[in-house]
């Protein structure tokens, strides 16, 4: 079974820093992509980051030059460094893992963490 476990959420004020960690266990076959989402109050899930297996990376146009996502392969742990927060950023930020198992392999699963909360405050 496989579990993503998200941390490094909380409170912190505008033009702050926080980076998101998450941990990746279970038994996994490959990993096509990995990514962040966050879900603001009455607000469409949305793609924050993605980074997929040969390394390139994706951000939404809100994030550009301001988030980075990365993956420690050898702790099997995705981040996601978020500098200059906005008001704008606050959400419940999601892991997300799309990738196969090996009773599976040929199969793509998608796999969510429970999430974290990050506030950001004006």
């Known amino acids: 079974q496989v579990q993503l476990v998200e941390s490094g959420g909380g409170l912190v004020q505008a033009g702050g820093s926080l980076r998101l960690s998450c941990a990746v266990s279970?038994?996994?076959?490959?990993?096509?992509?990995m990514g962040w989402y966050r879900q603001a109050p009455g607000k469409q899930r949305e793609l924050v980051a993605a980074?997929?297996?040969?390394?390139?990376?994706n951000y939404a146009d809100s994030v550009k030059g301001r988030f980075t996502i990365s993956r420690d392969n050898a702790k099997n742990t995705v981040y996601l460094q978020m500098n200059s927060l906005k008001p704008e950023d606050t959400g419940v930020y999601y892991c997300n893992l799309k990738g196969s198992v090996p009773l599976a392999v040929l199969t793509v699963g998608n796999y969510w963490g429970q999430g974290t909360q990050v506030t950001v405050s004006s």
């Open positions: 279970g038994s996994i076959f490959s990993i096509n992509a």
């Open positions: 980074i997929i297996s040969g390394g390139s990376t």
